[in-house]
């Protein structure tokens, strides 16, 4: 793995992203949009900043999800198989990405987070009305819970909103509820990818531990005052920090360059 420099002034730059990922990955989702490019745009090598990313994320879903447990707004009960099942997936995914080429994730990162910006920019709000189920308990345990794992242990960012829109979309779960329960699937994928990243060795761990560190700080924020600040606006401020920092990434890659010809 290539060596990242890794100074004081970018310990602290990365230790206040983590703080705001793991707010705003709290209230709206979304914080590996912001985590993942300043990752990248540290020097990081993409896989390695896919790793570095779980270890720092694990620690925000982590404490999220204590909160939501201690707070009984997730009943253990009602997530523990939940939780197992999106775990597998996330093993298989991260085991998958391991065999994608380093500079093809040059390509493949920034793209993918393009997309998923794009879907937080223009997804519709979800409302607060309960609605009719749409598939099976059974098809939603066996179908959308590896589903979403496989993505979050191949890639990741976004992985909770896309829990939190399954649950209220295909299962009628009201928005509090999904994204209270969201935060445990989404520690257990994001503990599955990290099990395997640290068996391969892709992970910077001065860079992650300051950021789990930041992480905390901003998932114990978040949980403190969840649906208090109107996430419409959270999820716009994850869409500008996430294009701004791809700008940053493609003009240091230099792919601006291509049009000075013409």
Same mark, same amino acid.
Request: aromatic content about 10%.
């Given at each position: 793995?290539?060596?990242?420099?890794?100074?004081?002034?970018?310990? /602290? #730059? =990365?230790?206040? @992203?983590?703080? %705001? $990922?793991? &707010?705003?990955?709290?209230?709206?989702? +979304?914080?590996?949009?912001? *985590?993942?490019?300043? /990752? #990248? =745009?540290?020097? @990081?090598?993409? %896989? $390695?900043? &896919?790793?570095?990313?779980?270890?720092? +994320?694990?620690?925000?879903? *982590?404490?999220?999800?204590?909160?939501?447990?201690?707070?009984?707004?997730?009943?253990?009960?009602?997530?523990?198989?939940?939780?197992?099942?999106?775990?597998?997936?996330?093993?298989?995914?991260?085991?998958?990405?391991?065999?994608?080429?380093?500079?093809?994730?040059?390509?493949?990162?920034?793209?993918?987070?393009?997309?998923?910006?794009?879907?937080?920019?223009?997804?519709?709000?979800?409302?607060?009305?309960?609605?009719?189920?749409?598939?099976?308990?059974?098809?939603?345990?066996?179908?959308?819970?590896?589903?979403?794992?496989?993505?979050?242990?191949?890639?990741?960012?976004?992985?909770?909103?896309?829990?939190?829109?399954?649950?209220?979309?295909?299962?009628?779960?009201?928005?509090?509820?999904?994204?209270?329960?969201?935060?445990?699937?989404?520690?257990?994928?994001?503990?599955?990818?990290?099990?395997?990243?640290?068996?391969?060795?892709?992970?910077?761990?001065?860079?992650?531990?300051?950021?789990?560190?930041?992480?905390?700080?901003?998932?114990?924020?978040?949980?403190?005052?969840?649906?208090?600040?109107?996430?419409?606006?959270?999820?716009?401020?994850?869409?500008?920090?996430?294009?701004?920092?791809?700008?940053?990434?493609?003009?240091?890659?230099?792919?601006?360059?291509?049009?000075?010809?013409?």
């Amino acid at each position: 793995m290539e060596i990242v420099q890794v100074t004081t002034e970018l310990l /602290l #730059i =990365l230790f206040a @992203v983590a703080i %705001l $990922a793991g &707010l705003l990955d709290t209230l709206a989702g +979304g914080g590996g949009l912001i *985590a993942l490019p300043a /990752l #990248i =745009l540290s020097g @990081v090598p993409p %896989l $390695a900043a &896919l790793g570095t990313n779980k270890l720092q +994320g694990s620690m925000g879903t *982590a404490t999220a999800t204590y909160m939501m447990l201690k707070n009984k707004r997730v009943k253990w009960h009602n997530v523990k198989k939940l939780m197992l099942i999106a775990f597998i997936g996330a093993l298989v995914g991260t085991v998958a990405v391991q065999f994608i080429n380093q500079k093809i994730l040059n390509y493949v990162i920034p793209a993918a987070i393009s997309f998923i910006g794009l879907y937080f920019l223009f997804s519709p709000t979800v409302s607060e009305k309960k609605i009719e189920a749409k598939i099976s308990e059974r098809h939603y345990q066996n179908l959308v819970m590896p589903s979403i794992g496989f993505y979050d242990g191949f890639f990741g960012p976004g992985t909770g909103s896309f829990f939190s829109l399954a649950g209220v979309s295909l299962r009628g779960h009201n928005i509090v509820s999904a994204t209270a329960t969201a935060k445990t699937l989404n520690f257990s994928t994001n503990l599955a990818s990290l099990i395997i990243f640290l068996i391969a060795g892709k992970i910077v761990w001065v860079i992650g531990l300051v950021m789990m560190l930041g992480q905390i700080i901003g998932a114990w924020l978040g949980s403190h005052c969840l649906f208090s600040i109107n996430p419409k606006y959270l999820r716009l401020l994850v869409v500008v920090m996430c294009f701004g920092m791809l700008l940053k990434y493609s003009h240091s890659m230099g792919w601006f360059n291509i049009f000075n010809g013409i």
